[in-house]
């Protein structure tokens, strides 16, 4: 796994790698009963993070000498648990389309998000956004209680897969066996090329 020896694990790149990340570590300072340190721009946030997560784990802010992750590694190790898990909902949809990425576009078109809000409408569900930077506690709240969730590959998804949300994933124009291979969306997930896809498939869910 990691060769730690005192050093401090720099974490880079977004939100969701930072909750991947985090996770991780928590899992890996259980196991090892250990501190382990970390280091990152907006520190803070891994504590509002591991405040979040149900763990043992002890992990402690560090500047000083570092080692990079292998995310790799990081992605497929199963994600802990946040404190509150899901609680079915039957006629709450959560959603978020609007996913940051630097090396591909990811986001659905403008006219398919009102298609999909017109047409869960239309078919009683209430949909909620948990993109546009809600704050953690908001997300993982809607989550818990939500049908399901639905949006495109995010940190966002990854939340979802540690409150224990089905997650129904929008790869649009980004590779679907990459993203399969990279990420441990193994359960509770459904794939969908674009949102129109999902919108024919939601007439089926409504009946589950």
Avoid at 103 to 127: R, V
Wanted: with cysteine.
């Amino acid at each position: 796994m990691l060769n730690l020896n005192n050093k401090s694990v720099y974490l880079e790149y977004g939100f969701g790698d930072k909750w991947a990340a985090t996770s991780f570590l928590l899992k890996e300072s259980e196991r090892l009963n250990k501190v382990i340190y970390f280091n990152c721009e907006d520190w803070q946030l891994i504590y509002e993070i591991a405040n979040y997560l149900n763990h043992k784990g002890k992990i402690k802010y560090k500047k000083y000498p570092i080692i990079r992750p292998n995310y790799d590694i990081v992605f497929k190790t199963k994600p802990l648990k946040t404190k509150i898990t899901y609680k079915k909902s039957s006629n709450i949809i959560a959603y978020q389309f609007d996913g940051r990425s630097d090396f591909y576009i990811k986001n659905s078109q403008p006219h398919e998000i009102q298609y999909f809000l017109k047409y869960t409408k239309a078919l009683n569900y209430k949909t909620i956004n948990v993109g546009n930077m809600q704050p953690l506690n908001f997300v993982i709240n809607i989550l818990a209680k939500c049908k399901l969730f639905v949006g495109v590959p995010s940190g966002i998804t990854h939340v979802a897969m540690s409150v224990g949300t089905p997650i129904h994933c929008i790869f649009n124009n980004f590779d679907k066996n990459k993203l399969i291979n990279s990420y441990h969306y193994k359960q509770n997930v459904k794939y969908y090329k674009n949102l129109m896809d999902f919108c024919n498939f939601l007439p089926k869910i409504s009946l589950l």
